[in-house]
C-alpha cells in the first residue's frame, strides 16, 4: 500500500455513553472509561445521562453503560436490541442489569423489564458486603482474557440471575448471605463475572465488575459517606478488561 513509512489514518470510530444511575460514583466511572476510550484519537464519544436520543447509535459502532437502577423504556429497549441485531457492539458495566425497589422487607430487584434483562442476559439480584473474591477465568482463549490469570479481588459481588444463553469467560462461585436484599440467603451458587451474549449479527460484553461510590452518593441516605469504595478500580487487571474490551468493540464485525 505505498510507501512502507506512510500509514493510512484510522478510520473514525463514534460510540455512546450512558453514564447515570444511583448510589455509586458515576462521575469518576464515567471519567475513567472516557480517559481509556481517549487511548484511541479515532473514537468519538457522546456522553450520556439516560436512554434517550438514542438515534445516534445509528452513527455508531458500540454503545457503553455504567449505569445503576437505570433501564431503558420498551420503546428505548427495541431500538438498542434493533441496533444490536444490526452488528451492534454493547460493553455493559457493573449495575446496568439492575432494577433496585426499597421494600419492608429489604431491597427488591423486580422481574419486570424481561425484555431488558433477556437482552441482557442476566439480572442483578443482590450482593453481599463488599468482600475480596477470587474470579477464575473459564475461558482463556478468548481475546478479552487470553494471558490473564486468575485473580482476586475486593469488588461488590453481583449475584445475578441469567436470563437467556450467555458464555461466561470468567466467574466466581458464592454461598452466603446478601444482608438487606428480598433475595438474601444464597445457596452454592456459580456466578458469571464478564461474559458474552450474541444477539443477532451484534454482541455485548458485560463486566460485572467495577463499584465505585464517593462521599457524597448516597443523597437522602448519607450526607457524607465517609469511606470512599474503588473496588476494581483500584486493579489493574480490571483496567486491562476495559482496554481489550475496547479494542473488542472497535472492531467492525467480527
Avoid at 5 to 11: E, L, V
Avoid at 87 to 115: M, Q, Y
Avoid at 173 to 198: L, S
Wanted: glycine share 8%; net charge negative; charged share 25%.
Amino acid at each position: 500500500m505505498g510507501h512502507s513509512h506512510s500509514r493510512q489514518p484510522a478510520t473514525r470510530i463514534d460510540a455512546h455513553f450512558v453514564a447515570a444511575g444511583k448510589y455509586h460514583d458515576i462521575d469518576y466511572a464515567r471519567l475513567e472509561v472516557l480517559k481509556l476510550l481517549m487511548e484511541h484519537p479515532q473514537i468519538r464519544t457522546t456522553v450520556a445521562a439516560d436512554y434517550s436520543g438514542l438515534e445516534r447509535l445509528d452513527a455508531c459502532r458500540f454503545l457503553v453503560t455504567y449505569t445503576c437502577d437505570l433501564v431503558p423504556t420498551p420503546e428505548q429497549a427495541q431500538q438498542i436490541r434493533a441496533w444490536l441485531e444490526e452488528g451492534g457492539k454493547w460493553l455493559a458495566l457493573h449495575g446496568t442489569n439492575s432494577i433496585l425497589v426499597f421494600t419492608e422487607s429489604g431491597v427488591d430487584c423486580p422481574e419486570d423489564r424481561p425484555d431488558v434483562m433477556e437482552m441482557l442476559g442476566t439480572q442483578f439480584k443482590a450482593h453481599p458486603p463488599i468482600g475480596k473474591f477470587p474470579v477464575e477465568v473459564v475461558n482463556k482463549d478468548h481475546e478479552l482474557t487470553r494471558g490473564i490469570a486468575d485473580f482476586e479481588v475486593v469488588d461488590e459481588l453481583y449475584l445475578s440471575k441469567t436470563t437467556a444463553p450467555i458464555d461466561t469467560l470468567m466467574q466466581t462461585t458464592f454461598e452466603g448471605e446478601a444482608t438487606g436484599f428480598v433475595d438474601a440467603n444464597w445457596e452454592k451458587t456459580t456466578v458469571p463475572i464478564v461474559y458474552t451474549r450474541d444477539i443477532g449479527a451484534g454482541q455485548i460484553v458485560y463486566n460485572a465488575l467495577g463499584h465505585c461510590r464517593g462521599h457524597y452518593d448516597l443523597p437522602g441516605m448519607a450526607d457524607f459517606y465517609p469511606h470512599k469504595e474503588m473496588c476494581a478500580w483500584n486493579y489493574d487487571v480490571y483496567y486491562d478488561l476495559l482496554r481489550r474490551t475496547i479494542r473488542w468493540a472497535m472492531r467492525d464485525g467480527d
